[in-house]
């Protein structure tokens, strides 16, 4: 099914700078080999009908038809990794037994994390020939992530970053020299932070490793801060701690 180990996939997305996202992220991975890019479900159907596809990145909001109404008009569908902007579809897209779901903007450790997936469930190729430690493209010393705030865009790099907390339907960032309050779900973000460098210790709390000064079974210190740590996650946590 596979051509000399590699995972053939589509990307179908109407957005063009959505879409060069995923070609260049997939252009990074060696084991992905991109078949081609198009920008509407018409063409898509062309491509798989006519194609061995292993993998399909598809967006779900897009103009004339769903990416969800989408796959259930297919028969034997490749694998797929949906792309939303809208969080809204994660149920729809989970039914229809998607790999992996991509909120955006997608980071490319998150975009990694999603093509784990894929090769834990093994489509003939394994899992060796695939590490986490794939440079992303144009990677520079410096990872960071862009936050809403004030009425702008506010670079933040991930060194930075102290700890992050949630406030319902906020998020307090907290870095070595400023606080950022920005509308977004803990949730959401954690899946945009490199899982080697953060941690969620509590339901309300994700902390940088690299900041962490000790730690009890209950508590991180981090400077003058205090993070507690919940039951739910102390074993993942103390994994990590232990690890370091």
């Known amino acids: ?35 081609t890019s198009v920008n509407n479900a018409v063409d898509a159907l062309s491509i798989l009908q006519n194609n061995e596809v292993d993998l399909l990145f598809l967006d779900i909001q897009m103009p004339q038809l769903l990416g969800t109404d989408f796959m259930r008009s297919l028969i ?14 994660a149920v729809d897209g989970f039914e229809l037994d998607a790999v992996d779901y991509l909120l955006k903007p997608i ?5 990694l994390k999603a093509v784990n997936k ?22 520079t010393a410096d990872s ?21 907390e949630s406030l319902k339907d906020y998020i307090k960032v907290v870095t070595k020299d400023k606080t950022i309050v ?10 945009n932070l490199p899982n080697n460098l953060f941690v969620r210790t509590h339901r309300s709390f994700i902390v940088s490793l690299k900041r962490i000064e000790s730690f009890t079974p209950e508590l991180i210190q981090i400077g003058k801060y205090e993070i507690p740590i919940s039951r739910s996650y ?3 946590v103390e994994k990590w701690l232990h690890s370091q």
């Open 1 to 35: 099914m596979l051509n000399d180990k590699k995972i053939i996939c589509l990307a179908v997305d109407d957005e063009p700078p959505a879409l060069q996202v995923i070609e260049k992220y997939i252009a990074a991975v060696p084991v992905l080999q991109l078949k």
């Open 76 to 89: 034997n569908p490749p694998k797929v990794i949906f792309t939303t902007a809208f969080r809204k579809y």
């Open 107 to 111: 980071s490319f450790e998150r975009f």
């Open 118 to 139: 894929v090769l834990r469930l093994n489509i003939t190729v394994s899992v060796n020939d695939f590490s986490l430690k794939t440079t992303p493209p144009n990677a």
């Open 144 to 164: 960071f992530i862009y936050l809403r705030a004030d009425r702008k865009n506010i670079k933040v790099n991930f060194d930075d970053i102290l700890f992050i």
């Open 182 to 191: 920005t509308k977004q779900t803990i949730s959401s973000i954690e899946e």
């Open 234 to 236: 102390r074993h993942e």
